[in-house]
């Protein structure tokens, strides 16, 4: 079938993307659903750092490419042998498709999917198989959903059916800012009750994880940001305190703040001098977990004494170490009863050929959650 794809052709192209326009609205072949896959018409999909890095060269990817992966819809058609979904079922993209059968996913880890994984970095889907075309060339998947596009082909370890009745603006967050944020803080950290928190990055995946922290029962929370718009946001989202990290003065102030430093800190930029201070206003005995997914290249360096020590703990999380089937229908439960207010985190609604605009927006950090809407 014919169908509208935003399609990245070439990464690092200088900003504003208003006028140098990376990424083009084109009228692509896809294929139908072939074993294990479905066809879903994508209803609503958010604007990620995680798309944004790979336009501007930070996350290399096979070009060219269809991207987006935060994202819900419906189901149109399902392939040979998938019994789970049925045409009209309502449905949540995961940007790790799980396996089932590898390490990580018999130990109940699937954002760790080995399989899953290796086709993310290949372009294709979790079978090895490309479904999107042009009359020439193959364009690559984005991690398994490319969103940004009228209709998509998935394998069905990429969805998440949804029974509830919800619009699908807010669904659409759950696919990756929500998982991650707020998985980080209940699932990778397991902060505990009356917990000390600092929050450096306030995307949406940083301000998941104050609404997480929150819910978790943290006592204080620190929000830190070098943009002054996002700090105040955080402080209506329920921060107790925030911090600018322009301020040179940043890791003393906070650990002063602190008493010592707080007892969990999370890095949600993917930013190495965010991940400085994360570490820097961790408290002696503490806990700093990023999930930030910088160049390859970066280094993040350390005292290696302060290990020891201190009995430092650093922690990575990937999807918010989430077991998307078991945590997304109890995190969407939560926001229908105030105790998980994520769907605030929406701030602008856009068309799909309003793109390149949306991820200026979006790379400027005035912005939360930007979501295309594609009817």
Do not use: W
């Not at 990376?22 to 294990?36: A, H, S």
């Not at 505990?192 to 006592?219: C, D, M, N, P």
């Not at 280094?299 to 290696?304: N, S, T, W």
């Not at 701030?347 to 594609?374: C, P, Q, V, Y």
């Amino acid at each position: 079938m014919k169908i509208k794809s935003a399609i990245l052709r070439s990464s690092g192209v200088a900003q504003p993307y208003t006028k140098s326009k990376p990424i083009q609205i084109e009228t692509v072949e896809l294929d139908p659903p072939e074993k294990g896959e479905v066809l879903v018409k994508i209803k609503a999909a958010s604007l990620c750092h995680s798309d944004l890095s790979v336009i501007n060269g930070s996350r290399p990817r096979p070009l060219p490419m269809a991207l987006g992966h935060e994202a819900s819809g419906i189901v149109e058609q399902v392939g040979e042998g998938v019994t789970n979904f049925s045409p009209g079922d309502k449905v949540i993209c995961i940007f790790v498709p799980s396996c089932g059968h590898c390490i990580p996913c018999s130990e109940g880890r699937p954002a760790l999917c080995e399989p899953g994984a290796a086709a993310n970095g290949r372009g294709t889907l979790i079978g090895g198989g490309i479904r999107i075309h042009t009359e020439t060339e193959d364009i690559a998947h984005h991690i398994g959903v490319s969103a940004f596009s009228e209709y998509v082909v998935v394998s069905e370890n990429s969805l998440v059916k949804i029974e509830e009745d919800l619009p699908f603006e807010k669904l659409a967050l759950f696919g990756c800012a929500v998982i991650t944020g707020v998985g980080a803080v209940v699932n990778t950290a397991n902060i505990k009750l009356g917990s000390t928190v600092a929050i450096v990055g306030l995307g949406g995946i940083g301000l998941s994880a104050l609404i997480g922290a929150i819910a978790s029962g943290a006592r204080e929370i620190i929000a830190i940001d070098i943009n002054e718009n996002k700090l105040k946001q955080a402080l209506k989202f329920g921060a107790t305190a925030v911090f600018n990290s322009k301020d040179e003065n940043i890791s003393e102030k906070v650990k002063n703040y602190s008493n010592g430093g707080v007892d969990y800190a999370f890095e949600t930029a993917g930013v190495v001098a965010a991940m400085d201070v994360a570490y820097a206003v961790t408290k002696r005995g503490g806990t700093t977990t990023t999930t930030g997914l910088p160049h390859p290249e970066h280094k993040f360096a350390f005292p290696y004494v302060s290990l020891t020590a201190e009995e430092k703990t650093i922690k990575g999380s990937y999807v918010g170490s989430c077991v998307p089937k078991r945590d997304i229908p109890r995190f969407i439960q939560m926001m229908k009863q105030g105790r998980l207010p994520v769907d605030r985190l929406v701030s602008n609604i856009i068309s799909l050929e309003e793109i390149n605009e949306g991820f200026d927006l979006l790379a400027t950090g005035d912005s939360s959650r930007i979501i295309i809407k594609m009817d």
